[in-house]
């Protein structure tokens, strides 16, 4: 039997993609929780709260698994910090490939509100230390 080269085997590297990308995904939900607490947790996405010192949510980081990538974005409280935001920093979302890609995102995305934030400590979780 005898198969044309030409696109008969990219479906195979796209759907071992799409499946790395579900395992990660979920793998990495396990972690988050667990690290970090999150919360609006669906099958697709969650998010990762950020408090100031008293436990006031002040923003969330999102993460989404689409189907051909990864997304993280800074979930806001309201609109209008989002247009402030925007206006000063740019873009609040960011689309990846990789888990190594999405935490560099995240990473840049938590430096940039704290900046907006007038460089105020930001904690993952509500809960002191004691």
């Not at 990789?98 to 907006?116: A, R």
Request: proline share 1%.
């Amino acid at each position: 039997m005898k198969r044309r080269v030409f696109g008969s085997y990219t479906g195979a590297f796209k759907e071992y993609d799409k499946l790395r990308r579900i395992r990660d995904f979920i793998e990495l939900k396990n972690m988050c929780e667990y690290k970090f607490g999150i919360d609006n947790v669906w099958k697709d996405s969650f998010q990762i709260p950020i408090f100031d010192k008293n436990g006031e949510k002040l923003f969330a980081i999102q993460m989404l698994l689409n189907t051909a990538n990864f997304r993280v974005a800074i979930y806001f409280n309201n609109s209008k910090m989002l247009s402030e935001f925007h206006r000063k920093y740019g873009d609040y979302t960011k689309y990846v490939l990789t888990i190594s890609e999405l935490y560099d995102e995240m990473d840049d995305l938590i430096f940039s509100m704290y900046k907006f934030l007038g460089k105020k400590e930001l904690y993952f979780s509500d809960y002191s230390e004691d």
